[in-house]
């Protein structure tokens, strides 16, 4: 099968398999501990059904919808996703052109290859940027004054990371060799590495053409200036994740930023009321893909609770799970304004480069368009809590 043949995210989440080595594969699907979020993550989207309404005219459906005054094409943007030069080189900006294309939001991540200055230049009025704070706060802020200076129009704090989390497929994989160098850590460390090399040249070829790891630009005025591509991931790993971190700094954010201020990875309605009331204009309902906390709850079950405390004082938007159009649907039903997902335009990207991506694009869009059409929604505003069934609570609750 070929890029162009799929016909959905698995079938991309299975080229990109079979392109990657496993130890960069695995550090794209993992989760942690047990993996037992990646579950409930899809769980909570099953739990789910949706009633059709029919005799209903959907000669046009718009699934257009407008957050923070931009009207995206699709309900739906790409959540940040960080070292995916690793899996295809240059992927931050095959991401970046690839949504500004179709017209959706990018957030560029806080461990990205390439430059908040170049997502800039590629997607002026897509890419957001995703911030991990640094332990050392004037990087914090100056990252935060790049961002203002460079035009774009939302700042994403990522707040659930407060320490790394056990990743136990990287740990028995040796990822953290090949952060470094992966052809010397092939050849020296690991002999299944060198088996993983032959299997999978094309990946190989282009990370050796490209000379190793992809260097983490942003953090290359930090690191030193002679620092090489491996010193500004090592210097990311000292400075990331920023432990001692508060609602304080949050303040001090809000202070600094002049545009929309989002706060990612929140799943306690009380967390995003608090972030309401420093003055944050979003909220990503998320679990960070179930790669932080394995006991995580899934995002999907937290969006009615968070919804419901903020209600309309900030923009509500979820990510973890979703690979359907349907699952975009269903999670708008239960209040979300907007969705994100990382692993699909991931598994693109390293599928198939920015062709893969637009791909994964376009597999949303019109799965979302055809489950429009078929439950009788002309457009995203009909949708609510009458769109969806559950075993337990329809009809008797109503
Ligand atoms: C390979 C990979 C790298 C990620 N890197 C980041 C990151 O740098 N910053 C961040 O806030 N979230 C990061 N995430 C989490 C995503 O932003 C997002 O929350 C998650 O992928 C959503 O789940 P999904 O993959 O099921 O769509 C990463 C996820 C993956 C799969």
């Keep these: 099968m070929r890029v162009k043949d799929a016909i959905n995210i698995e079938d991309l989440h299975k080229l990109a398999k079979r392109r990657l080595p496993k130890v960069a594969f695995d550090f794209i699907e993992g989760g942690l501990e047990d993996e037992r979020g990646l579950e409930r993550n899809r769980a909570a989207f099953h739990k789910y059904h949706l009633l059709p309404r029919y005799l209903v005219d959907v000669s046009v459906r718009d699934q ?12 739906f943007g790409i959540s940040p996703t960080g070292g995916a030069g690793l899996y295809r080189r240059g992927a931050d900006l095959m991401l970046a052109e690839a949504a500004a294309d179709t017209n959706i939001p990018y957030i560029m991540s806080g461990a990205s290859n390439d430059s908040i200055e170049s997502a800039a230049r590629v997607a002026p009025n897509h890419a957001w940027y995703q ?5 050392d706060g004037a990087i914090s802020d100056d990252l935060i004054r790049r961002v203002a200076d460079a035009g774009l129009a939302a700042l994403v704090l990522t707040v659930d990371v407060p320490v790394h989390s056990k990743r136990e497929r990287n740990i028995r994989n040796g990822f953290a060799n090949i952060r470094g160098n992966w052809v010397k850590a092939a050849l020296s460390l690991k002999p299944s590495l060198l088996a993983e090399a032959m299997t999978h040249p094309g990946w190989v070829v282009e990370y050796i053409r490209h000379g190793g790891t992809p260097a983490l630009e942003n953090w290359l005025p930090y690191a030193g200036p002679n620092a090489a591509p491996e010193d500004t991931v090592q210097f990311n790993r000292a400075q990331v994740p920023a432990h001692a971190q508060t609602w ?3 303040e001090r954010y809000r202070r600094l930023f002049p545009r ?8 306690h309605p009380a967390d995003a009321v608090r972030a309401a009331e420093i003055g944050c204009d979003g909220v990503i309902v998320s679990n960070h893909g179930a790669r932080q906390l ?3 709850p899934a995002s999907l079950d937290m969006l009615p609770a968070v919804k419901a405390a903020v209600g309309d004082r900030m923009t509500v938007m979820l990510d973890s799970g979703i690979r359907r159009g349907a699952d975009i649907l ?3 039903c239960l209040g979300a304004d907007f969705c994100f997902f990382g692993r699909p335009t991931l598994y693109g990207a390293a599928a198939g480069g920015i062709a893969g991506v637009q791909k994964a694009i376009d597999i949303f869009r019109g799965e979302i368009d055809l489950v429009m059409g078929q439950i009788g929604c002309p457009s995203l505003d009909r949708l609510g809590p009458d769109f969806l069934w559950q075993e337990d609570s329809w009809p008797r609750n109503r």
């Design 64 to 75: 257009s919808q407008t957050i923070f005054g931009h009207k995206f094409s699709c309900p």
């Design 131 to 135: 911030l991990y704070a640094a332990k």
């Design 248 to 250: 304080k700094d949050l």
């Design 260 to 267: 929309k201020l989002i706060v990612k990875g929140i799943l």
């Design 294 to 296: 394995d006991q995580a």
């Design 330 to 332: 269903i999670a708008l």
